[in-house]
């Protein structure tokens, strides 16, 4: 049943959808190593939104509002995914446990309500922080 509070793009049938970037949010994919860090880093401050884990390529993706992704210049290794790429977004009950090795993606930090968006530039201070500074 699908509730008002959540965005009309997030499945609600269990099964991951392969949604496009650009329309409703842009994607900032981080190494799982960083963005673990990163992620307990904004948790405490609660600035982050739903984080998607894709554990079968290590690594995280952050939503952000459309547009946003390429506005800034990110650290190496942190790939800001926008129009003319698409991202596999979990049902939004597929929240948190054990990975069962099917390859496929889960929210990893909180079960998403609202618009699911972080701020793109609340992620980017928090990644420059983590990867040293260096934003090119």
Do not use: K
């Not at 970037?21 to 960083?34: H, I, K, N, T, Y």
């Amino acid at each position: 049943m699908r509730t008002s509070l959540l965005p009309a793009w997030l499945p609600f049938d269990g099964r991951v959808r392969i949604r496009p970037l650009g329309e409703e949010f842009d994607a900032v994919r981080v190494p799982l190593s960083q963005g673990l860090y990163v992620l307990n880093r904004l948790r405490l401050t609660g600035l982050s939104g739903p984080v998607i884990e894709d554990q079968a390529h290590g690594v995280l993706y952050w939503l952000v509002p459309p547009g946003s992704a390429n506005d800034r210049g990110w650290p190496p290794g942190v790939v800001p995914l926008g129009r003319g790429y698409s991202l596999a977004v979990p049902a939004a009950d597929r929240v948190g446990g054990p990975w069962v090795g099917d390859g496929e993606v889960r929210w990893l930090s909180l079960r998403p309500t609202g618009h699911c968006l972080t701020d793109p530039v609340v992620l980017h201070g928090a990644l420059a922080r983590v990867f040293g500074g260096r934003c090119g």
